[in-house]
């Protein structure tokens, strides 16, 4: 019999009571199997993320695919009865989603639609309701990310490429070539920093274009090794979001010269005050304004004996540096940062009398001013910090 029973053994079953059913398995239709490689591309995601996927403008974009779909999941009940078995992670009894979205006639192009992806246009309409081999392996070399067991080793450089990206010395840029993708460069991809740890040799593909393996190390501590094609396809589906992050401007940031191409962006400038206070006059050699201005530095201190921020006294000109390709305000801020210790802690009274306490002024050497902007320059300020009993600077 159909069952594995002989026609006595099922006669026997029944004078025990035993109630016989012949289990039937049907062939699966084409929208259960896809129903089903889409939960399992899900669970993938969760064994190798430790998370269930979710939504967001600054997750991974296929992260944000899986979160909508298992949205769409748990709102059928065809599909949580087919996979309801195969849900060992219990995916489908976590919460519902809170979105008002008809989830349950969406297929993939309206997904990727409210993802707010033009399916057409994006490189990533290639995900269809029936994908090749060829296609999920693509989708799974940028999702499939693992753990990066020497992450320590790469820790320091995203740290130091964030401070070059706070001071200026670095700025990002929208991607447009996959010949910008070089061993040892930096880039956003997904909400997350990159970085090309490894390239593996340049091959033609069997379309005749170029290809890598390469090993890019994410800032959360994960890595791919996926191919040069895939993180391009990656960067160009983050649209303006996909970002590369430039190396550190080889033109001259302080100089009293531009060269072609340069641009303009101000002037750092450091003063001595002439104010009879009893601390700025015992320690006037030491006593300093470090300041940025877009103007020019003659004329921003005319009048300062009637302005609190130059201590209501006249000031002299100690140093300007011009800058060039970067910004200043950010640049301020790290040489505000860097002299933090020897903030100047002063009251001055502005002309009707008011207490005032001026900002930007410091209690450092010139010498200590100027290597800390030659630290800035030559990006090795990071591993510094300023210490104002020995007026040095020691590593951090």
Not at 7 to 12: R, S
Not at 36 to 60: L, M, Y
Request: hydrophobic share 40%; net charge negative.
């Amino acid at each position: 019999m159909a069952n594995g029973f002989t026609d006595e053994d099922d006669a026997l079953l029944v004078e025990l009571g035993v109630e016989i059913e012949t289990k039937k398995v049907a062939a699966r239709t084409p929208r259960e199997e896809r129903i089903i490689a889409g939960f399992e591309e899900i669970q993938r995601f969760v064994d190798q993320n430790g998370r269930v996927p979710s939504h967001g403008e600054d997750k991974d974009i296929f992260e944000r695919l899986y979160a909508t779909r298992l949205d769409r999941l748990r709102e059928l009940s065809e599909s949580t009865d087919l996979i309801s078995d195969m849900d060992h992670q219990g995916l489908l009894a976590a919460e519902k989603p809170v979105e008002d979205i008809d989830l349950e006639n969406l297929d993939d192009d309206a997904l990727l639609a409210e993802l707010g992806i033009d399916a057409e246009a994006s490189s990533i309409s290639e995900l269809k309701h029936v994908r090749s081999t060829s296609e999920k392996k693509a989708a799974e070399e940028i999702a499939g990310r693992e753990k990066c067991e020497d992450f320590e080793t790469f820790r320091p450089l995203f740290e130091q490429v964030q401070k070059e990206l706070d001071s200026g010395l670095r700025e990002t840029r929208k991607f447009e070539l996959k010949a910008e993708i070089e061993q040892g460069r930096f880039f956003i991809v997904g909400g997350q920093k990159a970085y090309v740890a490894e390239m593996g040799d340049i091959k033609l593909t069997d379309q005749g274009r170029t290809d890598a393996r390469l090993r890019v190390i994410f800032d959360n501590g994960t890595q791919s090794k996926m191919l040069m094609r895939s993180l391009q396809r990656a960067l160009n589906a983050d649209g303006d979001a996909g970002r590369r992050i430039t190396e550190i401007n080889a033109g001259p940031l302080f100089s009293d010269e531009a060269t072609d191409g340069d641009e303009a962006s101000g002037t750092i400038y450091v003063l001595r005050s002439r104010s009879d206070h009893p601390m700025v006059a015992a320690n006037r050699e030491l006593v300093h304004k470090i300041g940025v201005t877009s103007n020019d530095v003659e004329k921003r201190i005319v009048g300062a004996q009637l302005q609190p921020t130059f201590l209501m006294a006249k000031v002299d000109i100690v140093a300007t540096y011009e800058l060039y390709n970067i910004n200043r305000s950010k640049l301020e801020t790290l040489l505000h940062r860097v002299f933090a210790t020897a903030k100047l802690d002063i009251e001055i009274p502005d002309r009707f009398g008011r207490p005032m306490k001026p900002k930007e002024w410091f209690l450092v050497p010139f010498f200590a001013i100027e290597e800390a902007v030659q630290r800035i320059k030559d990006g090795t300020i990071s591993g510094f910090i300023y210490d104002p009993a020995s007026a040095t600077f020691v590593k951090a």
